[in-house]
């Protein structure tokens, strides 16, 4: 499932991002309801899927086909393990 999030909108912590607005992929995301903290953090894009789906436009659920394979919810939000296998773009 591909969800669209938009500034300053709440959306659930256990996402994978593949594209931001940013050349680079760069995002801010506050986590204060997961670690209490109200300053931003950082997250960024992979290059190459950031790259690739700017290259595509805004309708990223018709050329993104494939499988996100990764750890089952835990309270490391430092620490993310997981993978990206796209069938064809």
């Known amino acids: 499932m591909i969800i669209r999030v938009e500034k300053d909108q709440y959306f659930p912590a256990d996402m994978v991002l593949c594209r931001s607005s940013d050349r680079?992929?760069?995002?801010?995301?506050?986590?204060k309801n997961l670690d209490g903290e109200t300053n931003l953090k950082h997250k960024v894009a992979q290059k190459f899927l950031n790259t690739k789906l700017s290259a595509k436009g805004s309708e990223i659920d018709d050329v993104l086909k494939g499988t996100v394979i990764c750890e089952v919810p835990n309270d490391q939000i430092y620490k993310f393990e997981g993978s990206v296998t796209l069938d064809k773009f």
């Open 24 to 31: 680079k992929g760069l995002c801010y995301v506050e986590t």
